[in-house]
């Protein structure tokens, strides 16, 4: 089955930086588009950075030129490097894999989640 595992999340200050991970199992990864998805109190899952088994990418505009998605398929890892935080990029970070074709950006079309990891910025 397919399991997701989060780790890299913590309090930092604004303009420092976090690195994300996450670790997949249970189906073949480099089919697969992969994606960054945040979540924060009272506001509805949005989408970060996405990642296809190609190596393209997509990030949603409030984060592009500082946030990096990664993605290692040696070890079935993907990683979402975060610089220059801000207080507005505190949320829950969740790691989440499509199994379908293509690489779509909405929580909707990602059938398979982790956990979360938290990210504060304060």
């Known amino acids: 089955q397919v399991q997701l595992v989060e780790s890299g999340g913590g309090l930092v200050q604004p303009g420092e930086s976090l690195r994300l991970s996450c670790a997949a199992s249970?189906?073949?990864?480099?089919?697969?588009?992969m994606g960054w998805f945040r979540q924060a109190p009272g506001k509805e899952r949005e989408g970060v950075a996405t990642?296809?088994?190609?190596?393209?990418?997509s990030y949603t505009d409030s984060v592009k030129g500082r946030f990096t998605v990664t993605r290692d398929n040696n070890k079935k890892a993907l990683y979402l490097q975060m610089d220059r935080l801000t207080p507005g990029d505190s949320a829950m970070y969740y790691c989440?894999?499509?199994?379908?074709?293509?690489?779509?950006?909405?929580?909707?079309?990602?059938?398979?989640w982790g956990q979360g990891t938290q990210v504060t910025v304060s």
């Open positions: 989440a894999v499509r199994l379908n074709s293509g690489c779509p950006t909405l929580a909707k079309d990602f059938a398979f």
């Open positions: 249970g189906y073949t990864y480099n089919n697969s588009c």
């Open positions: 990642i296809d088994n190609d190596g393209s990418t």
